[in-house]
């Protein structure tokens, strides 16, 4: 049974690295965490298969790690020219630029705006500057409760 607790454990943390990677790739337009996020899936799918072939007692789930982490550099080359290349292009990381690579029969990609926030009216106290002591009211000078001077 302590086998089995422990396989359990290493597939829910593979289970958790690709979910949180998933949810990465699939909310964020910046290629730069959209690259990370999808490393992050790759080591969730590996952290399973070491778990998967040490539970069965043979190597087979390491040796194809060793390929998934082969293929991992490679795409980590590619990922780094191609965002070295939409910076150089455009000034800005954002996947919305790669539009004009997509195929002619696809319409584009229309970005919306989110409406603006109403702002609200209160009013937020302000802490007073490092060094400088607060300014008190006369009538509350009574009412202090430490010392001014020790």
Same mark, same amino acid.
């Given at each position: 049974?302590?086998?089995?607790? =422990?396989?359990?454990?290493? *597939? &829910? @943390?593979? #289970?958790?690295?690709?979910? !949180?990677? /998933?949810?990465?790739? +699939?909310?964020?337009?910046?290629?730069?965490?959209?690259?990370?996020?999808?490393?992050?899936?790759?080591?969730?799918?590996?952290?399973?298969?070491?778990?998967?072939?040490?539970?069965?007692?043979?190597?087979?789930?390491?040796? =194809?790690?060793?390929?998934? *982490? &082969? @293929?991992? #550099?490679?795409?980590?080359? !590619?990922? /780094?020219?191609?965002? +070295?290349?939409?910076?150089?292009?455009?000034?800005?990381?954002?996947?919305?630029?790669?539009?004009?690579?997509?195929?002619?029969?696809?319409?584009?990609?229309?970005?919306?705006?989110?409406?603006?926030?109403?702002?609200?009216?209160?009013?937020?106290?302000? *802490? &007073?500057?490092?060094?400088?002591?607060?300014? !008190?009211?006369?009538?509350?000078?009574?009412?202090?409760?430490?010392?001014?001077?020790?």
């Amino acid at each position: 049974m302590n086998e089995l607790q =422990l396989l359990y454990n290493y *597939l &829910t @943390v593979g #289970a958790l690295l690709f979910g !949180i990677g /998933l949810v990465g790739f +699939l909310a964020r337009r910046n290629m730069i965490i959209m690259f990370l996020a999808a490393e992050m899936m790759l080591q969730g799918v590996s952290v399973s298969l070491v778990a998967w072939g040490r539970f069965h007692n043979n190597f087979s789930g390491q040796i =194809l790690v060793i390929f998934i *982490l &082969t @293929v991992a #550099a490679c795409e980590a080359a !590619i990922a /780094l020219a191609l965002v +070295l290349l939409l910076y150089h292009r455009s000034g800005k990381l954002d996947i919305a630029f790669w539009q004009q690579v997509r195929e002619t029969n696809q319409p584009p990609f229309v970005d919306h705006e989110l409406p603006d926030e109403e702002e609200s009216r209160a009013i937020w106290p302000k *802490l &007073t500057p490092s060094g400088v002591e607060p300014k !008190i009211a006369e009538e509350k000078q009574d009412e202090l409760v430490h010392r001014i001077h020790v």
